[in-house]
Every structure is written in structure tokens, then in C-alpha cells.
């Protein structure tokens, strides 16, 4: 069973940063695209950031491009999300997702049902 584990959530004024962290505890995390989504309540999951398992490829939502990099440490099994420039409407809970992929390399996921396994999440709040 893999297991992803988030980390480096937390209380931020508006402006300021954050960088969280997703350790997988699979061999095979190199052929893992990887995501992140996000749920602030009462609204529905959001797709964030996704990386392909190759890393040659990302994609972001509009609401945070140019703000937020998402990027993955293969050595480490971790994928990452620095979020810069926060705003109050970032806050949410934040979820990291793995695809195992076999083909494809570059192909990033970003609907939720493509994905296959998911971490708990971390709160992000963001005060103004």
C-alpha cells in the first residue's frame, strides 16, 4: 500500500510563503505523476499543480500560475509546492495524488479520477 505523507502546512499572513512537502513510501515513486488539489469549505476539490513522473512537464491552475512551483525530488521520493504570494483565497486543505504511469512520461493528470492515491492533506491558512 503506498503512502503519501504531506507536511509543511500552516498559518501565513497574506504575501507570504510556504513551501509543502509529500513523502511517498513507494520504490516505484519515480513512475508516479503527481498532483496537488486542494479543498477550501464548501467548495469542491480543486487541481492545483501536477508534475509528470519525468518532471519534464507541469501544469498549473490559472488562479495560482506564476505563484506556486510545483517540482519533485525522485532521490528523496518527495514532491514539493512552493507557494509564494499567498492570498486569502489560497486557503484550503491541501492534498497531495499519485498516478502510476508506465507510459507517457510527460503526460500530466489533472482531473481528480486520475489519480489513485492520495495523502491526508495539510491545512493552509492564509490571513489578511
Known amino acids: 500500500q503506498v503512502q503519501l505523507v504531506e507536511s509543511g502546512g500552516g498559518s501565513v499572513q497574506a504575501g507570504g510563503s510556504l513551501r509543502l512537502s509529500c513523502a511517498a513510501s513507494?520504490?516505484?515513486?519515480?513512475?508516479?505523476?503527481m498532483g496537488w488539489f486542494r479543498q477550501a469549505p464548501g467548495k469542491e476539490h480543486e487541481f492545483v499543480a501536477g508534475i509528470s513522473y519525468s518532471g519534464a512537464s507541469t501544469k498549473y491552475a490559472d488562479s495560482v500560475k506564476g505563484r506556486f512551483t510545483i517540482s519533485r525530488d525522485d532521490a528523496k521520493k518527495t514532491v514539493y509546492l512552493q507557494m509564494n504570494s499567498l492570498e486569502p483565497e489560497d486557503t484550503a486543505v491541501y492534498y497531495c495524488?499519485?498516478?502510476?504511469?508506465?507510459?507517457?512520461?510527460?503526460?500530466?493528470?489533472?482531473?481528480?479520477?486520475?489519480?489513485?492515491?492520495w495523502g491526508q492533506g495539510t491545512q493552509v491558512t492564509v490571513s489578511s
Open positions: 513507494t520504490v516505484f515513486f519515480s513512475r508516479y505523476a
Open positions: 495524488a499519485g498516478d502510476l504511469r508506465l507510459g507517457d512520461s510527460i503526460y500530466v493528470p489533472q482531473a481528480q479520477s486520475e489519480y489513485d492515491t
